[in-house]
């Protein structure tokens, strides 16, 4: 992940879920229990990596996959079966050699340092530069790049990826605000694919939305905890 000195949402590349490879998947399904949820990381992986690492455009492994959907009579990317990613896996390898004409690495620490090498570059993309230059960010500044171990916010309806603020970003006001999406990874929230859902009751506006606060009462509370330290030292 990014690491720049103030927050530029969306404007930096992240690579989730590196070191998966045909053998450490396995590896992963044996360790988590679920082949599934091993299969699902490794295609994400792939999805993720060729785009932000080997410049291949996504459009051709989005097309793929939405074909698996139609195929399979579903709608979400979590309704496909372990059988069905392991396909994906296979299919996105094989458009990654004919669109770039590279092999997709296996070794872990050869997609680890070319991965941080695309995130320190992504300072540059163009949306980055008129980000910074909107909000007056100095160029000059950079970024450092973060490795860290994953936490798995697709492991299944117990799980989940989200972000949350100390206030409502569009408003201003004080109020713990955020959003989440059950059984997903970062990149689910923003995709556009499922709707977020709201952290809290007092930001619901569809009914039809389970709020985290409804959904998994204990996990809202650890986090209602951690927002009233932040309000008592900021």
Same mark, same amino acid.
């Given at each position: +992940?990014?690491?720049? @000195?103030? $927050?530029?949402?969306?404007?930096?590349?992240?690579?989730?879920?590196?070191?998966? %490879?045909?053998?450490?998947?396995?590896?992963?399904?044996?360790? $988590?229990?679920?082949? +599934?949820?091993?299969?699902?990381?490794?295609?994400?992986?792939?999805?993720?990596?060729?785009?932000?690492?080997?410049?291949?455009?996504?459009?051709?492994?989005?097309? #793929?996959?939405?074909?698996? =959907? @139609?195929?399979?009579?579903?709608?979400?990317?979590?309704?496909?079966?372990?059988?069905?990613?392991?396909?994906?896996?296979?299919?996105?390898?094989?458009?990654? =050699?004919?669109?770039?004409?590279?092999?997709?690495?296996?070794?872990?620490?050869?997609?680890?340092?070319?991965?941080?090498?695309?995130?320190?570059? $992504?300072?540059?993309?163009?949306?980055? #530069?008129?980000?910074?230059?909107?909000?007056?960010?100095? %160029?000059?500044? &950079?970024?450092? #790049?973060?490795?860290?171990?994953?936490?798995? &916010?697709?492991?299944?309806?117990? $799980?989940?990826?989200?972000?949350?603020?100390?206030?409502?970003?569009?408003?201003?006001? =004080?109020?713990?605000?955020?959003?989440?999406?059950?059984?997903?990874?970062?990149?689910?929230?923003?995709?556009?694919? +499922?709707?977020?859902?709201?952290?809290?009751?007092?930001? =619901?506006?569809?009914?039809?939305?389970?709020?985290?606060?409804?959904?998994?009462?204990?996990?809202?509370?650890?986090?209602?905890?951690?927002?009233?330290?932040?309000?008592?030292?900021?």
């Amino acid at each position: +992940r990014s690491g720049a @000195r103030v $927050s530029m949402p969306g404007m930096m590349d992240t690579v989730l879920n590196i070191g998966l %490879n045909d053998e450490t998947v396995k590896g992963l399904a044996e360790r $988590s229990g679920d082949e +599934r949820f091993a299969y699902d990381c490794y295609r994400r992986f792939i999805q993720m990596y060729s785009d932000v690492v080997m410049g291949m455009q996504r459009d051709a492994l989005e097309e #793929v996959l939405d074909e698996t =959907k @139609r195929n399979r009579g579903v709608k979400l990317d979590m309704e496909l079966g372990a059988s069905d990613l392991k396909a994906l896996v296979r299919s996105y390898k094989a458009l990654v =050699k004919k669109h770039t004409k590279k092999v997709f690495p296996d070794d872990p620490w050869e997609q680890l340092f070319l991965a941080i090498g695309a995130v320190f570059e $992504s300072w540059n993309t163009p949306r980055a #530069v008129t980000y910074r230059k909107l909000n007056s960010i100095p %160029n000059h500044w &950079g970024t450092a #790049v973060n490795v860290q171990a994953m936490v798995f &916010g697709n492991m299944g309806e117990d $799980s989940a990826t989200g972000v949350a603020f100390t206030r409502d970003p569009a408003t201003g006001e =004080k109020v713990f605000y955020g959003e989440f999406l059950p059984n997903a990874q970062g990149e689910d929230v923003v995709a556009g694919i +499922r709707t977020p859902q709201p952290i809290n009751l007092i930001k =619901k506006t569809d009914p039809k939305l389970l709020s985290l606060e409804e959904m998994m009462p204990e996990l809202y509370e650890e986090l209602d905890k951690i927002q009233r330290k932040l309000e008592r030292h900021y």
